[in-house]
């Protein structure tokens, strides 16, 4: 591999057309290990995933959870508390939610958590539960950031499996910016 730039490089780019890289040694360095402490959130959702792939039938309906799966919603005060955000939950939690809707739900606050920490750093955070007859609402709202966003890519693809998620239960999801400069998710 040569270590001259191309002008493929660009301006601007560390290794500017025309300069030629000399080989440097490396010195060798010691990281301090880590332990990683298991949290019942990966399990959960593990679980929650696996029922997902395995729940969803030839014909494109939902079909009951595995057995023994974990009951999504239990695992949401955890989720929140390691956000890392300020966030206040109202309304009530269902504890009674198919299988499939209490993931499609802890997927959509999930999802508003994360974010809401790559593109509205510091912001203040609702989540909210109601029931409409037999119909679940999540919404989740964060305020304008405090600090700027995170320069990190975003495909939308999270939000695009959400609803996914929320058309196949029945439901739809909607998003965007809410006047006062922060955002809106709904299931």
């Known amino acids: 591999m040569s270590g001259a730039a191309t002008a493929a490089d660009g301006p601007g780019h560390p290794f500017r057309a025309g300069r030629t890289l000399e080989p440097r040694t490396l010195e060798p360095r010691t990281l301090e290990p880590r332990t990683l402490e298991p949290r019942a959130v990966d399990a959960g959702l593990v679980v929650a ?3 997902d792939a395995w729940a969803f039938s030839e014909t494109g309906a939902w079909a009951a ?4 799966a ?11 508390a390691d956000s890392g955000l300020e966030v206040t ?6 504890r009674d939610a198919s299988p499939a809707v209490e993931r499609a739900a802890y997927r959509t606050v999930q999802e508003a958590l994360t974010n809401v920490r790559k593109h509205a750093p510091g912001s203040a955070v609702v989540v909210d539960f109601r029931r409409t007859g037999p119909a679940l609402d999540v919404t989740v709202t964060n305020t304008t950031a405090r600090h ?3 320069g990190l890519p ?3 693809h999270g939000l695009l499996g959400l609803r996914e998620r929320a058309e ?3 439901g739809a999801l909607s998003h965007g910016p809410t006047p006062d400069g922060g955002y809106r998710l709904h299931l």
Do not use: N
């Open 49 to 51: 995933a696996l029922a």
């Open 65 to 68: 959870a595995a057995p023994g």
């Open 70 to 80: 974990v009951a999504a919603l239990a695992l949401l005060d955890t989720l929140i």
């Open 89 to 94: 939950l109202t309304g009530e939690v269902p």
């Open 148 to 150: 700027p966003a995170l």
């Open 154 to 156: 975003s495909a939308r």
């Open 168 to 170: 196949h239960l029945g």
